[in-house]
């Protein structure tokens, strides 16, 4: 079955950077877009970042572009996202996401802090 497990969260000072890892499996992860979502306490799950299968297209929302990157390994079946110049608005779980066979998947999220 389909499984995406985040890593690489944590609390982090404003300014700070952190790469989050999505390992995946289950499926053909090189023919699949995959993204990073976003969700605050008490704010709806917001798009972070996205990607197409072979890395060349990728889209940001306007409020981390030029600060995040996202990338993905098709050898490792792996999905990253470099977060460079945190701010505390940052602050949210992030979550994995792609659709297999027509379904939705998520991971099961992993939390960023960004706090002094």
């Known amino acids: 079955q389909v499984q995406l497990v985040e890593s690489g969260g944590g609390l982090v000072q404003p300014g700070g950077s952190l790469r989050l890892s999505c390992a995946a499996s289950?499926?053909?992860?090189?023919?699949?877009?995959m993204s990073w979502y976003r969700q605050a306490p008490e704010k709806e799950r917001e798009l972070v970042a996205g990607?197409?299968?072979?890395?060349?297209?990728?889209n940001y929302a306007d409020s981390v572009k030029g600060r995040f990157t996202i990338s993905r390994d098709n050898a490792k079946n792996t999905v990253y996202l470099q977060m460079n110049s945190l701010k505390p608005e940052d602050t949210a779980v992030y979550y994995c996401?792609?659709?297999?066979?027509?379904?939705?998947?998520w991971g099961q999220g992993t939390q960023v802090t960004v706090s002094s």
């Open positions: 990607i197409r299968t072979t890395g060349g297209s990728t």
């Open positions: 289950g499926f053909t992860f090189s023919r699949y877009g």
């Open positions: 996401y792609t659709v297999w066979g027509g379904s939705p998947y």
